[in-house]
């Protein structure tokens, strides 16, 4: 949520990024070379526009794009964007994430999308703390791994979510 001072921290934060991630893509018209996954007629594309996008598994290489995927729709849709690292996060911080999803849902309608960072990290009973928010829509899960999701993300987890494969970019995408 953002405060009176937000911009100047934003500002301040992104003059001392990396230079790859002051100039990673902010629309999808910028994103290029995953085609298969967001070009003009894919599904995740349209979702993404119409804002009516369900929980997705992205899933592909490093450097393919994931996360900056995750936030290019967090920047169209009219959803609220929270991240939790599988690498560092706990149940606690899931259910945090969640009962807060939960609060804006009932107070003021908003949707949240919940962002999950190397989810096949996560072990299975960390993975179950997710589903039922899955299922009930509390939360939209967008999941990044470098791992095949079929065997790394629980089965429950998959049959609730669309997996979308991201491909290594070539030359001329670089």
Known sequence: MDNLFSEV???KRNMNAPLAVRMRPQTLSEYVGQAQAV?????LRRAIEHDVLSSVILYGPAG????????IIANTTHAEFTEVSAVTGTVKDLRREIDAAESRLMARGM??????????????????ALLHAVEDRVVILIGATTENPYFEVNSALISRSRVVELQPLGDSDI
């Open 64 to 71: 393919t794009g994931k996360t900056t995927l995750a936030r």
């Open 39 to 43: 070009g003009p007629d894919s599904w």
């Open 111 to 128: 949707r949240t999308i919940l962002f999950v960072d190397e989810i096949h990290r996560f072990s299975r009973s960390q993975q179950d």
């Open 9 to 11: 921290e934003r500002y």
